[in-house]
């Protein structure tokens, strides 16, 4: 059972580009999450969807966007890279409803040169 | 601002004794609090959680007390163990909406052997 798994592990980005990070699930959760964490910092809640074809604004959208064509699969797009989007994501799904936790991928670091 | 605060960045206890994390949260919405646990370079995992209708529940080593009135839980890990070492993570969530978590900025434990 792979639960969460997101792609690449690691990845240098140049300013000014753009690239996905990729996530995908395998327990048919509806609901999926973005989030970011910076050194020291708690998780930032990025964008979120409660399933397919809807997704929604967290805590810290800007510069980010998302999509969810399918259950399994939620990418975050980073378009025109900052120095600012330098953290690790990572993704995150849970069944609806109070009182499930959430299940998380390994994370993505990424680092903006 | 940050809705969910753990106040002490790291906490060191000797092998064999009680570790006690604190978590504060200002939102009186909460009503689904958890703990996750996390390793360098790994997703956080879950650990165990507590429904705002309770206030303790317990899972082999680790109790998580809930104090609604204070806005305040705390995990308590007995007899703490070297492989306890990670940084623990305080979250919660509201009943309604995309059940979003709110994590707090961490504790990094260390038992000493």
């Known amino acids: 059972n792979a639960g969460v798994t997101q792609t690449p592990k690691f990845r240098i980005l140049k300013i000014g580009q753009s690239m996905t990070l990729q996530c995908t699930q395998d327990?048919?959760?509806?609901?999926m999450y973005w989030y970011r964490q910076d050194p020291g910092m708690g998780l930032k809640l990025i964008y979120y969807?409660?399933?397919?074809?809807?997704?929604d604004k967290g805590e810290v959208p800007n510069g980010y966007n998302v999509s969810r064509s399918t259950t399994e699969d939620f990418p975050l797009r980073l378009e025109l890279a900052a120095p600012s989007q330098t953290s690790v994501y990572f993704c995150?799904?849970?069944?609806?409803?109070?009182?499930?936790?959430?299940?998380f991928g390994q994370g993505t670091r990424l680092t903006v040169v | 601002d940050q809705q969910v605060k753990q106040n002490s960045p790291s906490l060191s206890v000797q092998e064999g004794r009680i570790s006690i994390l604190n978590c504060d949260y200002t939102n009186s919405m909460f009503d689904y609090f958890l703990w996750y646990k996390k390793y360098p370079a790994e997703g956080p995992t879950f650990l165990i959680s507590?429904?705002?209708?309770?206030d303790k529940n317990e899972d082999g080593r680790f109790t998580v007390f809930l104090n609604k009135s204070a806005k305040h839980l705390s995990l308590h890990i007995v007899p703490s163990q070297p492989g306890d070492s990670a940084v623990y993570f305080c979250?919660?969530?509201?009943?309604?909406?995309?059940?979003?978590?709110?994590f707090g900025t961490g504790t990094r434990l260390t038992v000493i052997p």
């Open positions: 969807s409660v399933g397919a074809g809807i997704t």
């Open positions: 995150a799904s849970r069944d609806p409803g109070a009182g499930t936790e959430a299940f």
């Open positions: 507590i429904s705002s209708i309770k």
């Open positions: 979250a919660a969530s509201e009943k309604t909406g995309a059940n979003n978590l709110f």
């Open positions: 327990m048919n959760h509806n609901y």
